[in-house]
């Protein structure tokens, strides 16, 4: 289990991805379990189609908001927020601490004595962390099968693989970039405070693109927006924006490994 | 094993690279064929000596070729022949001898393990270490002694390619640290200074992390190490007291029997029974004609276990040397009582004597050199009580501490 680096990180996570999994499809169970009261009772989905378009257009996920079928209360229940926001959190932990949080704990500079290079040991980091979101959106991804099975909801499987797979590709292009962060600072709380603040910034560009002009022109900057375009629930992924999803992150992986095998590690700052 | 010496010119043979006995010591050496053999001694004295298989040399031995000639001559030593030493001739000495021996040129060379040119890391305006220039040769203990906050840290981070020069490079076996990172870290055990262990696993997890991260497959030597400090790898290193993870340290940096070992202030934390166990360890270490980068602030330690001490003070070097050649320059300390106290200036013109306190009819003299003419200068007068203290290093250090704080001043 301890044979490398990529396996040692995902042994010092087994419990947290165990807790993390618990949490998860909890949540789905919880969420799925509503279902049959909002399908037998009209008048709530009545009530969601009476909020103001601009919550609307925050809580509906790609194609038209309609909390009545089964895709759309997926949509705006689990996948235009919880989803995503559960994703980025363990993603944006993660990548903050795989190089930064063996840096501040002091770990690092015993790590670098054995004949691993700087790039290596952050590569192997950075497909741990993959691995280990990787590995929730897995078990996310299995228990809305599941749910939805049970709850006897209509949503196709490839609807719901290609929305789970979706946020994956958000929350390692975040994950990514709190990870280059702390490989090029060595600060963890830097790491996780700026990215944290980046999507954010794009959860809200994303929201307000259709009701303000200036930022619909911006909207394409956005990981979010490519999350959420082309309906994924309903359409399955969309090519173009899973690459810049992508792009974003291997962009972010590239500079952050630079920056790491350059700069003096170890040194309390 | 890899020689002190090599040959440069790849299939030469000439001169044969290799070990030799003596006592329990390996010794570095070049066989120059005929039976001669010119190697390093591995104790304090650094001394090169040219040894005959029949382990005695004559006073009178002419260099047989034209080949030794140019080779003894090459190393500047001809003017010692005269000083037999029964089992060789000592054919120099001091610390300049690996710079002399290179000077063989295509030959051979003494295989320096570290190497620091110029070797400077600025902290924004703050200095860490400034144009440090030294050379750690296989098979030595160095220390590399100096006050918290000299630089010691700071040279040992370098070295291990964690922190980067502002200026100049070091070396490890001839190797950049910086291009040759991975190449270099291969052939290296380190013990950082404040050690910061996996708090997660257990001792035995860790060691077979590393080992498994160096490519180790045997654990035995890990296994070995533990027992001869009494130490349990079974245990979670969150529950192990400084000391105990302070043995997991040397473990991890000895398993993999690495050709240098930098340890900074490796003995902190350790109980004294366990300091003599890692004296001992570093001893047989060396003998393996391996070599010991050792950082300490404590004298003692230094004068103890290292060949030769580098003295940083300040980001700079103040002094290399061997711990030989630095107590032969300390000055003893002899004190003399006297029935009536001498006349002042009775001991003036003695070489060497220099009276440095009088106290009633007591006198102290640091002494330099031979003790015999102040021996007899002395007879000249009623002595009560003589008493004489061997050289102390602190002393040494001290005087060059004040020394060059005065000139800073």
Redesign the interface.
Known sequence: M????FL?SLH?VRRAVLWWSIGLVSYVALIVGMWPTVRDNPAIAKLHETYPEELQAFISFGGAFDFGTPAGYLGAELFSLMVPLLLLVAAIGAGARALAGEEE???L??L??????RTRLALEKLAALSAEVAALAAVLFVALVVGCAAAGMDVSTSGLASATFGALLLALANGSIAFALGAATGHGALAIGLSAAAAVAAYLVNGLAPLVDAINSIRWLSPFYHYVAGDPLREGLSLPHAAVLVAIGVVAVAVGVAAFD??????SK | MKGLFRPTAAGSDKYKPGYRASGEIHRPCVRLGKGLVLSLSTDARHQLVLDHPDRHVPADHEAETAEHLALLHAVDIREDFSNPVGKGLVVGHGRRLDQRLRRIGDAVHVASVVQAHGLTKLYGSRTGVLDLAFAVTQGEVFGYLGPNGAGKTTTI?LM?????PTKGRVELFGRDVRRD???V??R???L?G?????E??TGE?LV???A???GLGDLREAHRLAGRFELDLDLPIRTLSRGNRQKV?IV?AFMHRPDLLVLDEPTSGLDPLMQQQFYDLLRETTSDGRTVFLSSHVLPEVQEIADRVAVIREGRLVLVESVEALRERAPARVEASFAEGPPAGAFADLPGVREIERRGTTIVFALEGRIDPLVKALARYEVRALDSHEADLEDVFLALYAERSTVAA
Not at chain 2, 194 to 198: A, C, E, G, N, T
């Open positions: 301890l044979r490398n680096v040692k010092d704990r002091g770990t500079e015993l670098l004595a054995n004949p691993v290079s350059r700069r003096d590690v170890g040194v | 981070r291990l390619d964690l922190i980067r990172s991975v190449d870290r291969r290296l055990g380190y950082p404040d050690v910061r262990l996996y997660r696993l997890q077979r992390y590393f498994s991260l160096r340290g991890q």
